[in-house]
């Protein structure tokens, strides 16, 4: 089956501890992203990457790291920089088409707790 | 700033009714893209439906359809038929293609089935 897989589903970490997320698809896509959530907001970007080896900030890319050394995979760490990083964690994948007509889809998401 | 707001925190529709939800979007470009994501339990993010902004005729897919007015910037999405596993947080969003690869999300609609 073609998708989008996250892991874990639920990760714990404590304070000071960098801890990475893993993303992986197999739809064959050029793009990926990361986004978090919080109680009663939307999603958020983080980082994207349109290439190998290629990546841009989001909105919200500080206390965050992120990676791209092969298509498949796109994952994000989190740094003990990160001030409030108890959240959930969605990527998601998109072809990258030229002129906007690309839709992202999205993994299940993991979330993240600091204890 | 760029925003998408969903005014409506919470809905609900008996079961076999139809129920719209609101979106109103800000933005100065002419070209953009926007979508409805569905958000269940398992907070998996699943797209329901995408308009693009150059394209008059609304979007439709099976029971669910947007009416979108783009002088007003409004982007409501008509759930005809409300089944029980329609119940989800509804997220709507827009991207502006060539310029960054995000989606900018409202903060949601939950949607409660009534049997």
């Known amino acids: 089956d073609g998708g989008i897989t996250q892991s874990p589903k639920y990760l714990f970490r404590k304070e000071g501890q960098n801890v990475t997320l893993s993303c992986e698809q197999n739809?064959?896509?050029?793009?990926m992203y990361w986004y978090r959530q919080d109680p009663g907001q939307g999603l958020r970007l983080i980082y994207y990457s349109q290439i190998v080896n290629d990546f841009q900030k989001g909105d919200i890319a500080e206390g965050y790291s992120v990676s791209r050394e092969k298509k498949e995979s796109f994952p994000l760490t989190v740094t003990s920089a990160q001030k409030n990083p108890t959240a959930f964690y969605l990527c998601a994948s998109s072809r990258g088409l030229a002129g906007g007509r690309d839709t992202q889809y999205f993994g299940p998401g993991t979330r993240l707790t600091v204890l | 700033a760029q925003t998408v707001t969903q005014s409506q925190p919470e809905m609900s529709v008996q079961e076999a009714e139809t129920v719209t939800l609101s979106c109103t979007y800000d933005t100065s470009e002419s070209d953009y893209y926007l979508f409805w994501y569905k958000q269940p339990p398992s907070r998996q993010m699943i797209l329901v439906i995408r308009?693009?902004?150059?394209?008059?005729q609304n979007a439709t897919e099976n029971r669910f359809s947007v009416n979108f007015q783009k002088a007003a910037k409004s982007f409501s999405l008509k759930i005809s038929d409300s089944q029980l596993g329609d119940a989800a947080m509804y997220f709507c969003a827009y991207r502006i293609p060539r310029r960054d690869e995000k989606l900018t999300f409202g903060t949601g609609t939950r949607l409660t089935i009534i049997p």
């Open positions: 739809l064959n896509h050029d793009a």
């Open positions: 308009q693009e902004a150059y394209k008059q």
